[in-house]
């Protein structure tokens, strides 16, 4: 049996960016983390925690927290689209390594956009063969330059989004470099079945990010953006959404892994005084249905 180690993100206090007035801000962001119990956070945003590494560890060690991984999106599946994401992997990698972080949580762009319009083309098998690779370079320069494992991260709206989408990836991707970021709020929303993918990819999964879906919201939703339907409440506290969590946590602990599992209930926007009851109450209900440990 392995062991799922429960954190939290700065998503699940409605962080989307790194600078933004209506987000809460950073400080009290880790004081209520600390205070609901976590030991464990994501990074979020570049920019939105203190870019300093001496600032930044000093003021995770003050609150008992330790870091579990960088998050960052790539624009690896464009021609030209190494530089960019090079430069912004780079700089959340370095401050991500020096944290004593194991992971980068890489996620793709988008084909739709925040107001609904398509904006870019799916992308054909020759295009998702193209891209694989690419990530799979990715991965590789990760770990040589910084020693971390990259964690690809389904998104809906993203061109890694649908189950066939996330298997071809898988595919098309080298599991030396890169593993899977099963984050079990987005693969319900666009339609997959996150336990399928525990049974069929077991060694590929290399983290977790937990989070459910209201499936009366996400019946409403359809056609809207990701954006537009979050605004709306279709990432929900569980336990009132979807996937059911204590059977993927079984799942989850039955690898021989020891696995970080962040909660991301994604709120944007929201006010500031919403996240902490609702990350107390989600901790309580993890760790009394087999949610691994927070310390």
């Not at 809460?24 to 880790?30: H, K």
């Not at 960088?70 to 990698?93: I, S």
């Amino acid at each position: 049996m392995g062991k799922v180690h429960i954190g939290t993100a700065p998503d699940s206090w409605g962080v989307w960016y790194a600078d933004d007035p209506q987000q809460t801000p950073w400080s009290r962001f880790l004081d209520e983390v600390a205070r609901a119990g976590y030991t464990r956070i994501e990074l979020g945003p570049y920019g939105y925690l203190p870019t300093d590494p001496v600032q930044l560890k000093a003021e995770l060690d003050r609150r008992g927290l330790t870091m579990t991984a960088g998050t960052t999106f790539e624009q690896l599946h464009r021609p030209d689209g190494w530089e960019a994401t090079w430069r912004d992997v780079a700089a959340t990698a370095q401050l991500t390594a020096a944290m004593g972080a194991k992971h980068l949580v890489v996620m793709p762009s988008m084909w739709r956009g925040a107001n609904g319009e398509v904006v870019e083309d799916r992308l054909d098998h020759e295009g998702q063969a193209r891209h694989g690779r690419q990530v799979t370079e990715l991965g590789r320069r990760v770990a040589e330059e910084f020693g971390l494992r990259t964690q690809y991260h389904p998104h809906a709206d993203g061109h890694v989004d649908t189950q066939d989408t996330v298997e071809r990836f898988l595919e098309e991707t080298d599991p030396e470099y890169v593993n899977l970021c099963l984050d079990t709020g987005h693969i319900s929303y666009c339609g997959g079945d996150n336990l399928d993918l525990i049974r069929r990819y077991p060694d590929r999964i290399g983290y977790v990010h937990l989070k459910q879906v209201d499936p009366k919201i996400l019946a409403e939703v359809e056609g809207l953006s990701f954006d537009e339907a979050v605004s709306r409440g279709v990432m929900c506290e569980p336990p009132y959404g979807v996937p059911e969590l204590p059977p993927l946590l079984d799942a989850l602990a039955a690898l021989d892994a020891e696995l970080s599992a962040i909660v991301e209930q994604d709120m944007y926007p929201c006010s500031p005084d919403v996240p902490l009851p609702i990350a107390e109450r989600t901790l309580a209900y993890l760790r009394s249905h087999g949610g691994g440990e927070s310390s």
